[in-house]
């Protein structure tokens, strides 16, 4: 089934540790994009890639980085992590080329819990 | 740069129509309707491309009033299913092609 797998599912890091999550698309969609979910703020971009090669910063990237080596993987790096940063991290991807007329496929998320 | 969304919450019996509001402070390019049921990941409804666009899929429908920054997704004839929380999501004009801001989301519950 063509779609989008985050790892790990769930997590609880410590505080300083150095943390990557995974996230792999099968639909050669163009645009990934990283977001957080917490209770109340609904979902806010952290980092966005447009194409193979580049990436952006969203609303909130700070503590946050990304590569974008092929069409496939999006991972997350937090460098140390904090505790704010304790959150739903969902992947997502696009078909940037249309337009995003067939909207955003997401990932099933990961759980991360910094303390 | 979020959409506003209203309201926070609703609660419905089955069979009764809800409207959630979405609003933009930005020139609007499109805007996307997300639904979340509870722990699983936000699932496309629809997007709106054209100011005063009106879609449907199933009973839940939407418009988009492009010069008030405006779109509203209207839920008819509720039904169980339809319980989850509704975000709206609006890609900016002359931004970045597909970055997608979303609301805060609009928690919908409906009892039998």
């Known amino acids: 089934i063509a779609g989008i797998t985050q790892a790990p599912t769930s997590q609880i890091l410590a505080a300083g540790r150095r943390m990557t999550l995974r996230c792999t698309q099968d639909?050669?969609?163009?645009?990934m994009y990283w977001y957080r979910q917490d209770l109340g703020l609904g979902l806010r971009l952290i980092h966005y890639?447009?194409?193979?090669?580049?990436?952006g910063k969203g609303e909130v990237p700070d503590g946050y980085s990304v590569s974008r080596a092929n069409t496939d993987d999006f991972p997350l790096t937090l460098a140390s992590a904090v505790p704010s940063q304790t959150s739903v991290y969902f992947c997502?991807?696009?078909?940037?080329?249309?337009?995003?007329?067939?909207?955003?496929?997401f990932g099933s998320g990961t759980r991360l819990t910094v303390v | 740069q979020q959409p506003v969304q209203s309201p926070q919450a609703v609660i419905l019996r089955e069979g009764e129509d809800a409207v959630i509001n979405c609003s933009s402070s930005?020139?609007?390019?499109?805007v996307h309707w997300y639904r979340q049921k509870h722990g699983e990941a936000p699932v496309f409804l629809m997007i709106?491309?054209?100011?005063?666009e009106q879609k449907g899929h199933d009973k839940i429908s939407a418009s988009f009033n492009e010069k008030k920054q405006q779109s509203s997704l209207y839920l008819t004839a509720s039904q169980l299913s339809y319980s989850g929380t509704y975000f709206c999501g609006t890609v900016h004009r002359g931004s970045t092609l597909g970055r997608l801001y979303f609301g805060r989301g609009t928690q919908l519950t409906v009892w039998p």
């Open positions: 709106l491309l054209k100011g005063g």
């Open positions: 890639s447009n194409t193979a090669g580049t990436t």
């Open positions: 930005k020139a609007l390019y499109s």
């Open positions: 997502a991807s696009s078909d940037s080329l249309r337009g995003s007329i067939d909207g955003y496929t």
């Open positions: 639909m050669r969609h163009n645009a």
